[in-house]
Nanobody, 120 residues
Framework: VQLIESGGGLVQAGGSLKLSCVAS???????MGWFRQANGKEREFVAA????????FYADSVKGRFTISKDNDNDTVYLQMDGLKPADTAVYYC???????????????WGKGTLVNVSS
């Protein structure tokens, strides 16, 4: 199983980025989530989406600014990030699980992450 993130980079506060995560080797349909980890902080939940019902879940800190979506045909999940703030600076990881969850320990597979750096 491989999860490969892309789309990170440097952006000014108020700007936008769209992260992508391509999944391969998953034999059944999984729910997908995005997490992030800033320097010196614990990994935290950002957003998740169910694969079959497309229900979405968001952390309060990103609600209204970030949008998670998916392309089932291409096994890809996206995270559209608008209104970025310096506090959003972190390495962003995608992960897969059987049922969408906000808990990182319920995810089975993880990507290596992509860095998002928001300058003030």
């Amino acid at each position: 199983v491989q999860l490969i993130e892309s789309g990170g980079g440097l952006v000014q506060a108020g700007g936008s980025l769209k992260l992508s995560c391509v999944a391969s080797g998953l034999f059944t349909r999984y729910a997908m989530g995005w997490f992030r980890q800033a320097n010196g902080k614990e990994r935290e939940f950002v957003a998740a989406i169910g694969w079959s019902d497309s229900r979405t879940f968001y952390a309060d800190s990103v609600k209204g600014r970030f949008t998670i979506s998916k392309d089932n045909d291409n096994d890809t999940v996206y995270l559209q990030m608008d209104g970025l703030k310096p506090a959003d600076t972190a390495v962003y990881y995608c992960a897969s699980t059987t049922v969408a969850s906000t808990r990182s320990n319920e995810y089975d597979y993880w990507g290596k992450g992509t860095l998002v750096n928001v300058s003030s």
